[in-house]
Structures are given as structure tokens and as C-alpha cells.
């Protein structure tokens, strides 16, 4: 049996993630190299794994848009689409997995979700534990 012990990691500082940007840093862990992607959405932060959850891509490292959502009318046709404001998706670069960076959870099919990382931020610094 193999014993871990979480570890904290000073990954930066909190102005280095700005509201809806991110900071995307490689922690050597010992025995591992993680990468971490941390996003700040309405002042909280959140953080992921970088490894998509389609095939291993860099998720936390793709695109920051808000989900796209159709507006329809009264019999289900298109009025076009609009930005939700509401919420901020990161989009993986590979194959465009979407995932909702306060959840890490592609919105429709959410079987397919980053691995969260604990993120806190102390004294104007964030941490992040392994
Ligand atoms: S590896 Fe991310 S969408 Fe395919």
C-alpha cells in the first residue's frame, strides 16, 4: 500500500489571475510534474488538472468563452445565439471539449470532467495542494 501526503504549493500571486483569466503552472511534486491551470470566475478560484478528459489534451490551457446558448421562440425556432454571461467555459485546444471552469464539467456530457486541484488564496498569494 502507498501512502501520499497533500503538499501546498505557492504558485503565484493572486493579481497573476485575473477575473475571468487564468494562471497555468507546472508544480514538481516529487515524484510527478503536474500541471495545474487556476481560473478566477466572479472572484473564487477554481483549479484543474491540466489533462482533458477526452484524450490527455491541455484543457485549462484553451480558449475562455462564455457558454453559447440559442435564444428560440414560442414554436422552438432560432432567434440566433448569445454569449451567456452567467458562465465561462475553458475550451480544450485538441478537439473542443468545453468545461464549466466553477464545476470542471463538460455542460453536456458531464461524465467528462477535469480533476479538481484545492486552490486557496493567503496573504495575496495562491496556493494550490497536491
Ligand atoms: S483531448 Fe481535449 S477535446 Fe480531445
Same mark, same amino acid.
Given at each position: 500500500? *502507498? &501512502? $501520499? *501526503?497533500? @503538499?501546498?504549493?505557492?504558485?503565484?500571486?493572486? *493579481?497573476?489571475?485575473? /477575473? @475571468?483569466? @487564468?494562471?497555468?503552472?507546472? =508544480?514538481?511534486?516529487?515524484?510527478? $510534474?503536474? &500541471? +495545474?491551470?487556476?481560473?478566477?470566475?466572479?472572484?473564487?478560484?477554481?483549479?484543474? !488538472?491540466?489533462?482533458?478528459?477526452?484524450? #490527455?489534451?491541455?484543457?485549462?490551457?484553451?480558449? =475562455?468563452?462564455? @457558454?453559447?446558448? /440559442?435564444?428560440?421562440?414560442? !414554436?422552438?425556432?432560432?432567434?440566433? &445565439?448569445?454569449?451567456? /454571461?452567467? $458562465?465561462?467555459? =475553458?475550451?480544450?485546444?485538441?478537439?473542443?471539449? !468545453?468545461?464549466?471552469? $466553477? *464545476? #470542471?464539467?463538460?455542460?453536456?456530457?458531464?461524465?467528462?470532467?477535469?480533476?479538481? +486541484?484545492? +486552490?486557496?488564496? !493567503?496573504?495575496?498569494?495562491?496556493?494550490?495542494?497536491?
Amino acid at each position: 500500500m *502507498t &501512502t $501520499t *501526503t497533500a @503538499r501546498s504549493f505557492d504558485v503565484g500571486a493572486s *493579481t497573476d489571475v485575473p /477575473e @475571468r483569466g @487564468r494562471l497555468v503552472v507546472a =508544480i514538481d511534486a516529487g515524484a510527478r $510534474t503536474v &500541471t +495545474v491551470g487556476v481560473f478566477r470566475f466572479r472572484g473564487r478560484l477554481f483549479a484543474y !488538472e491540466n489533462v482533458c478528459a477526452h484524450q #490527455g489534451g491541455p484543457a485549462c490551457q484553451g480558449r =475562455i468563452v462564455s @457558454r453559447v446558448r /440559442e435564444r428560440l421562440d414560442a !414554436e422552438q425556432g432560432s432567434l440566433g &445565439t448569445v454569449f451567456d /454571461e452567467d $458562465t465561462m467555459h =475553458i475550451v480544450c485546444p485538441w478537439h473542443g471539449f !468545453e468545461y464549466d471552469v $466553477t *464545476t #470542471g464539467r463538460h455542460p453536456g456530457r458531464p461524465d467528462y470532467a477535469l480533476r479538481p +486541484v484545492a +486552490v486557496a488564496e !493567503e496573504g495575496g498569494r495562491v496556493r494550490v495542494t497536491l
